[in-house]
């Protein structure tokens, strides 16, 4: 049969516009569920950050490809897991740093934020700018991140002498979540997510 000199019948063409409308409609539909799972998948995994990213670019697009490009960074990355020896060393540093708190805390909290950039810089994490350390920390470590960007926050106004005692302690108390939540090994599957 050759197509080429057949004719189609108004309700063929109807019936097959009817067929294509349907797969087109299907298609959307699974497009948009998809993209709907993506973007909560993503929600849940990044928290704060993804309404952070968000509001950055401008869009839920834009922002989950910086999101995106965010593992595919920190998955070319060499980060590792604390040895015992290193994990102690650092929470005698941290304890350290905790009991300056009550006589220097200016100096105190300054320290703390100095220890944890050595300790991500130990954990295998590029000593770039603030943001770019976050964005990079926020992969394996969604949860702490509002915590130390307010931290941070907190410890750039000192040089301006800026911040309150009360705003030292809270830096304090954020800076041990972050803290705590560094120092813990981290689990295959959150290598994996990571990677």
């Known amino acids: 049969m050759n197509f080429m000199n057949y004719q189609f019948t108004p309700t063929q063409l109807i019936v097959a516009g009817v067929v294509l409308l349907v797969v087109v409609i299907i298609a959307i539909a699974a497009y948009m569920e998809h993209s709907k799972k ?38 070319t990355l060499k980060l590792r ?14 304890f350290t740093v905790q009991s300056r708190f009550v006589d220097h805390p200016k ?10 950039n050595a300790l ?24 702490v991140m509002e915590d130390y960007r307010q931290a941070h926050a907190i410890a750039v106004r000192l ?18 979540t972050v803290f705590d939540g560094l120092i813990q090994a981290q689990k295959p599957a959150e290598h994996k997510s990571a990677a």
Do not use: H
């Open 81 to 94: 897991d604390l040895g015992a020896i290193e994990r102690e060393r650092f929470c005698t540093e941290w």
């Open 38 to 75: 993506k973007t909560l998948a993503l929600r849940n995994r990044f928290g704060s950050e993804y309404d952070r990213a968000v509001l950055s670019q401008g869009s839920s697009d834009a922002a989950e490809a910086r999101l995106a490009d965010r593992e595919a960074r920190v998955g």
């Open 159 to 176: 040089g301006k002498a800026e911040a309150t005692t009360e705003e030292l302690r809270t830096a304090m108390i954020k800076y041990r």
């Open 120 to 143: 991500l810089e130990a954990r295998g994490y590029p000593m770039a700018g603030f943001e770019q350390r976050a964005a990079d920390v926020s992969v394996g470590y969604p949860l």
């Open 107 to 116: 100096s105190a909290v300054t320290e703390a934020d100095d220890l944890i």
